[in-house]
Each structure stands twice: as C-alpha cells, then as structure tokens.
C-alpha cells in the first residue's frame, strides 16, 4: 500500500499506542490474587498470543521505519536542495542556533551591579546586542520556512508499506 510519509508516520504512532495498549493489559491480568478458599477469577490473558500479537506490531513499525528511513535520505527538498533527512537534522541545529542568539538578544549592552565590597561593577557585550536580535529573527523565519519544507515534503512523499 502507498502512502504518504506523514500518513506513514501517523501509522507508527496508532501501532506505537496498540503496544502500550498490550503492555498495559498484560501487567494488569497476567498476574491474580486471591484469598485461600476463594474462586479464581478468570482473566483474558494469553502469554504466548500476547507475545506473537507484540512481535507482530513491532516487525510492522519495523518496516515502516525502514521505508520512512530509505525516503528519508533520499527525497530531495526542492526549496534547500537536500534531502528530508538533513532538512531534520539542519531543523535541530536551526533551533539550537536560536535558542543560543535569543540568550544573547535578550542581554543588556552595559549593565552594572554593587559587589559586596559596595564597589560599582559594570558588565559591557563584547557584540552588538542589535545584530543579534536581527540574527534571531531571520533564523526564525528560517525555521518556519524550513518546518513548511519538511511538512510539503512529508505529503508528497510516497513510500510503500
């Protein structure tokens, strides 16, 4: 079946929450308690249909992580001439990038303080304070652009399942 990387992706998740949903079952019946002289109280709970129903789901994410993968360095992003999978990775540095210039945007030039001397302390920027607020915001709006990117790509990009 073809689908696109984003539908891909949402597959993942739903077979991601099936497992949890299967773990959580299998901790809360595969054990019982009881007291001496009561009936034991019948669960729903087979080991072994359990464990082939886990293994599964995990070849299936398996698979399409594999295909996702293979797309992933292979499909070209037109607008920054790379593919899906080093526009994830430029997107992480991109953000690291910003996190890092909005630290030095929000900096006073000079600020100053009293030590506990009561000497008058000053603390300048060794940069221009403005030119990091311009940097700040082109690599925002690179980011949006880059985000916008990888989405498009996602939907256009077919992979079989």
């Avoid at 009936?39 to 359990?50: M, N, Q």
């Avoid at 594999?66 to 790379?82: G, Q, R, Y």
Wanted: charged residues 35%; hydrophobic residues 35%; positive net charge.
């Amino acid at each position: 079946m073809k689908v696109c990387n984003s539908e891909a992706m949402k597959k993942v998740k739903a077979l991601e929450e099936e497992l949890n949903k299967l773990r959580f079952n299998e901790a809360q019946n595969s054990m019982i308690s009881y007291k001496e002289g009561e009936k034991k109280i019948k669960v729903d709970y087979d080991y072994s249909k359990t464990r082939k129903e886990i293994e599964r789901i995990n070849a299936e994410i398996r698979k399409i992580k594999n295909a996702l993968a293979v797309a992933n360095s292979t499909f070209k992003i037109d607008e920054f001439s790379i593919t899906i999978g080093e526009a994830l990775v430029y997107l992480a540095q991109l953000n690291s990038e910003y996190n890092n210039l909005s630290q030095l945007a929000s900096r006073n030039k000079i600020s100053r303080r009293i030590t506990q001397n009561g000497v008058l302390e000053y603390t300048e920027c060794t940069y221009d304070t403005d030119e990091a607020k311009k940097d700040q915001k082109e690599v925002f709006a690179k980011i949006g652009k880059l985000q916008v990117a990888i989405d498009r790509a996602n939907l256009n990009c077919f992979i079989e399942i």
